[in-house]
């Protein structure tokens, strides 16, 4: 049986899509009747230890097809000839598109369901692309591979098909995320970018639908009551992000403020040790792997009661609206005034945590491979 896995389709920057593609290819277990061919971008080099009997991995241009036009003609012309090349019986595309007219099965995994609920939140264009290959899902894919119970509802929600059709797997965090982190690492961290006092942590791409705007409402009243934490918001920047720099100077609060940028995943488990509080008031999310990580640290975690976050959470996180700064403040507040209520969510979030791993997302996504096949 051989498998080509997309992996063409992560960016360089890895968050969300990027985080799990990559968990689940370095938990795929060697198995005797599975050989798996991985379609890599040739600047991408964290993969290059996978290679092995069972994993073979093929190398193509990035400066060619990191381009989203370029990306299309790869899908549609040159993965079916590398399906004719290594007799590929399965393809499983990790971020929605993936090829229409081949003789593989085809499997797809949907993060999430945003482009069809909340397209002014996104590129236009992307908009577009995307929504477009969702949809061929439910004529050519084979199964679906849905990353929470939410996201299953909402594809299941717009398109009349088969439930059959979809299947929940769900994401996992790496074992760096832990409890006990070494203070003087986390210190030696937080230094390299100013950070010396206690802070209240975002952690995500700047963009819209993470909803940071009111975070900062919140945290402007959080300062105006004289608290000191300052707010640090680790992230790269995605799109539609200048209301938020024009907001954070209307309120006076760029002295209060830290933008670390984008930050290598190993340096995350640090930052959320660190932090007094994690807040994530997202909007919606396929999954929300960041409040997963902050839970397995053992991080008093605040997120939003919509989407998936709830489903991740559980009853570790303090859920709160997320289109009301007011409750996001009120929550800050309640956990950094409590140590009752800290010392709590840290033995919650810590069973909660316990629930997700990457070993399990690989086992289950195996399964499907296995079933697909079988099913042929």
Not at 16 to 37: A, F, P, R, T
Not at 190 to 213: A, Q, W
Not at 259 to 280: D, R
Request: aromatic share 14%.
């Amino acid at each position: 049986m051989n498998i080509l896995i997309d992996f063409s389709q992560i960016p360089i920057q890895k968050m969300g899509v990027g985080v799990y593609g990559l968990n689940l290819i370095l938990n795929l277990k060697s198995e005797q009747d599975i050989h798996y061919y991985v379609l890599v971008q040739d600047d991408e080099s964290s993969l290059d230890k996978c290679e092995s009997d069972g994993i073979t991995l093929i190398k193509i241009d990035s400066k060619k097809y990191r381009k989203l036009i370029y990306r299309f003609f790869l899908e549609q012309f040159y993965l079916p000839y590398l399906v004719y090349k290594y007799n590929i019986n399965a393809i499983h595309s990790l971020h929605y598109s993936f090829p229409v007219m081949t003789k593989a099965r085809k499997i797809v995994t949907v993060c999430d369901m945003i482009f069809y609920k909340y397209p002014a939140l996104h590129i236009k264009s992307k908009v577009l692309y995307f929504r477009f290959f969702i949809w061929l899902t439910t004529f050519f894919a084979d199964k679906v591979i849905c990353i929470s119970k939410s996201t299953q509802q909402d594809y299941l929600a717009r398109f009349k098909v088969s439930p059959e059709l979809t299947t929940v797997i769900e994401l996992g965090k790496d074992q760096s995320y832990h409890p006990d982190i070494d203070r003087g690492e986390v210190k030696r961290v937080l230094n390299k970018y100013s950070i010396d006092s206690d802070f209240i942590l975002f952690i995500g791409t700047i963009e819209p639908r993470k909803n940071i705007s009111n975070l900062i409402l919140a945290y402007a009243r959080f300062v105006a009551e004289g608290y000191c934490n300052r707010l640090v918001i680790v992230g790269k920047k995605g799109w539609h992000y200048d209301a938020l720099f024009s907001l954070i100077n209307e309120l006076g609060l760029s002295d209060n403020i830290i933008f670390t940028g984008f930050i290598e995943e190993t340096e995350k488990p640090y930052f959320l040790a660190g932090a007094s509080v994690f807040v994530y008031p997202s909007v919606y999310e396929g999954f929300g792997i960041p409040v997963l990580e902050a839970l397995a640290c053992g991080t008093p975690t605040i997120t939003s009661n919509i989407s998936s976050m709830p489903e991740v959470a559980g009853d570790a996180a303090l859920l709160v609206t997320p289109e009301s700064p007011e409750e996001i403040y009120d929550a800050i507040k309640k956990i950094l005034l409590d140590p009752i209520l800290r010392t709590e969510l840290k033995a919650r979030s810590l069973r909660q945590a316990s629930n997700f791993t990457w070993d399990k997302t690989a086992s289950k996504t195996i399964d499907v491979y296995k079933r697909v096949l079988q099913d042929a």
